[in-house]
C-alpha cells in the first residue's frame, strides 16, 4: 500500500497523547476527511496513544497517509514494548479494564475506524494499527 | 501550574473548556470544581465545551464524575455546546454520558441551572 506521508510521534508522556491527537486532526484535513471522520479517527488515536503510555510503558506512534487503488486514508499504528495482553478477546470487551478506566479504549476505537488490528505478546509489548479511508 | 480558570456567577460555577487538555489538566478542573463548589456554596455548574473537537473515554469520565459529585454537594451540573461530531463519536465509542445533563448553549444552560429543577438528564427513564 503506497505511504503518501509519515509522522512518527513519541508517546512517554500524557502531553504527547495531545500532540498525536493535533496531528491526527491536521493530517485528516489535509486529506479531506469530513468533519465526523476526523474526529472519529482523532478520538480512536486518543484513546489508543493513552493505552500505550497508560499501560504500555510508553512507545510510539506513526501516522500515515496512505493510497490504495484511487482511495486515500489515515493509517495509524501504536506500538510499545510494555507487558502486552494476556488475554485479547477479554480486552477487546467494553467496560474491561485492568486499571481504573472505563474500558472503552479498544472496543470503542475499532468502532471508530474502517480497519482495526491488534497484535499483542505477553512480556514483548503490543502493536494496534487503524485505518480510516475518505468516504 | 497550568490550570482551567473557573468563573462565578452568582450561585453557579461557569466553566469554559478553550484547550486541548492533557489528563492531568482535566483531573485538576475535576478537583478545582469539587473544592469551588463547597467554598463557593455553588448551587450549579455549567460547563462549555463548544471549543472541544474531541471527548475521549477519559474527558467523558471526568466530566461524569464532576456531574456525580456536584449532586452529592447538591449542586446541578449542565454541559453545554457539544459539536454533533463530537456527539456522534461519543455514541460509537460507547459513552452515554448518564446523569449528565446537556444544553444547546450557555443561555440555554444557565434557563435549566435557574429553573433549579433537579431532574437527571435521562429525564425519559424517570417516566419509564
Ligand atoms: N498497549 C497496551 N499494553 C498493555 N495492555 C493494554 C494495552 N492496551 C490495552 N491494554 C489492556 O486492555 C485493557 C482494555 O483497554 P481499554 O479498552 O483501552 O480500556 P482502559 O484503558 O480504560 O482500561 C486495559 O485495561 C489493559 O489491561
Ligand atoms: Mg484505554
Redesign the pocket.
Known amino acids: 500500500m503506497p505511504v503518501v506521508k509519515t509522522v512518527e510521534l513519541p508517546l512517554t508522556r500524557q502531553e504527547d497523547v495531545v500532540a498525536v491527537r493535533q496531528r491526527t486532526r491536521s493530517l485528516g484535513v489535509e486529506i479531506g476527511l469530513t468533519i465526523v471522520d476526523q474526529t472519529k479517527i482523532v478520538t480512536a488515536a486518543s484513546?489508543l496513544a493513552?493505552?500505550?503510555v497508560?499501560?504500555?510503558g510508553g512507545g510510539k506512534a506513526t501516522i500515515e497517509i496512505v493510497k490504495e487503488a484511487s482511495k486515500q486514508g489515515l493509517r495509524l499504528t501504536f506500538e510499545?514494548c510494555?507487558?502486552?495482553?494476556p488475554d485479547l478477546e477479554r480486552?477487546m470487551q467494553d467496560g474491561?479494564?485492568?486499571?481504573a478506566?472505563?474500558?472503552?479504549?479498544?472496543?470503542g476505537s475499532k468502532r471508530l475506524c474502517n480497519d482495526f488490528a491488534i497484535e499483542s505478546k505477553v512480556g514483548k509489548g503490543?502493536r494496534v494499527t487503524i485505518a480510516r479511508w475518505k468516504a | 501550574m497550568e490550570r482551567i480558570p473557573i468563573l462565578k456567577m452568582g450561585s453557579f460555577l461557569l466553566v469554559t473548556i478553550q484547550v486541548d487538555m492533557h489528563d492531568q489538566l482535566a483531573m485538576t478542573l475535576q478537583d478545582d470544581l469539587t473544592a469551588r463548589i463547597v467554598s463557593d456554596r455553588a448551587s450549579g455548574v455549567l460547563i462549555d465545551i463548544s471549543s472541544l473537537d474531541v471527548v475521549d473515554?477519559f474527558i467523558g469520565r471526568m466530566l461524569g464524575n464532576i456531574a456525580a459529585m456536584a449532586r452529592v454537594l447538591d449542586a446541578e451540573t449542565v454541559v453545554v455546546g457539544m459539536q454533533p461530531s463530537v456527539a456522534i463519536t461519543l455514541v460509537e465509542l460507547g459513552l452515554s454520558l448518564p446523569g449528565i445533563r446537556t444544553a444547546l448553549n450557555v443561555d440555554r444552560g444557565m434557563e435549566l441551572l435557574r429553573a433549579g429543577n433537579n431532574g437527571d438528564s435521562n429525564a425519559g427513564r424517570e417516566n419509564g
Open positions: 484513546e493513552r493505552n500505550t497508560i499501560h504500555g510499545d510494555g507487558p502486552g495482553i480486552a474491561y479494564t485492568s486499571g478506566g472505563l474500558g472503552l479504549g479498544l472496543g503490543t | 473515554s
